[in-house]
């Protein structure tokens, strides 16, 4: 398990056991557009099967921030389902989270990490992140629409488009946001080499 403490006491943690996953769900299901109605056991599941960091509040405790990282613990990461609660935006929480993901990762060998942002690309710059080549990635999505009886279309799962990434998340100012992957705003990190050694492509 990891764990790193703020100097102003905010505590991150990989515990799985000390998430409050029906805050988590509240937060995804009614304020994260690409998971606006998602279910309490997809949650569940999806958090089961993910390496999860929960930032909890300095005093009282409460868990203020949420992510998780599908990974490989080997090769390979993706960062998604980043949100920091309305009430504590603007502390810097969101760029925090994202530095000790991609800290706590490269610690355990994981040298690449993707995520996809709408708007936040300045918060993941600052820890390293880039914008990838769009034209090397594709995608298989098979979160159909279904029709309904007016002829629209309405996005399984409460997603609002099929072309929504499930993953990076979402707030204002300096915190973490979400974006389509079909409008290829995925991001990566470099890290400059010592001299004499080829650049490596690592997880942000």
Known sequence: MFTLTRDDGYLLS?????L???LVHHWLSTDAYWALGRDRETVGRAFAGSLPFGVYR???GRQVAVARVVTDRATFAWLCDVYVDPGERGRGLGGWLAGAVRDHLDEIGVRRILLATLDAHGVYAKVGFTPVDPTHFMQLDRRAEAATPDGETAARDGDRAATQDDGSAAATGDEAAATPVGEAR???ATRKEPEGRPPLTVDA
């Not at 990989?14 to 000390?18: A, F, K, L, V």
């Open 58 to 60: 300095p005093g009282d």
């Open 186 to 188: 995925v991001t990566q």
């Open 20 to 22: 409050d996953l029906g």
């Open 14 to 18: 990989t515990d799985p056991g000390r």
